[in-house]
């Protein structure tokens, strides 16, 4: 699986930006889809994860504030994030994992930058 970012930039505090993660490469439906972040100095965190099914989840410091979605018929995991705040200034990693063997594979990352 090939996965490509996009959607990173920089914006202030309380906008918003959305991320999208474009996958080729085999049968999409097949993975989990997660979006991952790493800050300046910081390990990288698991942000928001939406499932072969559908699920989703998130990190508490997102939630309420990011949306994760889908598109299996695109191929897309897309990451709507509003209420930006410089906090969450950090390179943003599409994931993908999937749900019959241990395979996994990482994007290229993309910045996000949020000013104060």
């Known amino acids: 699986v090939q996965l490509q970012a996009s959607g990173g930039g920089l914006v202030q505090a309380g906008g918003s930006l959305r991320l999208s993660c474009a996958a080729s490469g085999e049968i999409f439906s097949n993975y989990h889809m997660d979006w991952y972040r790493q800050a300046p100095g910081k390990e990288r965190e698991l942000v928001a994860t939406?499932?072969?099914?559908?699920?989703?989840n998130y990190v508490d410091s997102v939630r309420g504030r990011f949306t994760i979605s889908r598109d299996n018929s695109k191929h897309t995991v897309s990451l709507e994030m509003n209420s930006l705040k410089p906090e969450d200034t950090a390179v943003y990693y599409c994931?993908?994992?999937?749900?019959?063997?241990?395979?996994?594979?990482w994007g290229q990352g993309t910045l996000v930058t949020v000013s104060s």
């Open positions: 939406v499932t072969a099914g559908g699920a989703t």
């Open positions: 994931h993908a994992h999937n749900k019959f063997r241990s395979v996994d594979y």
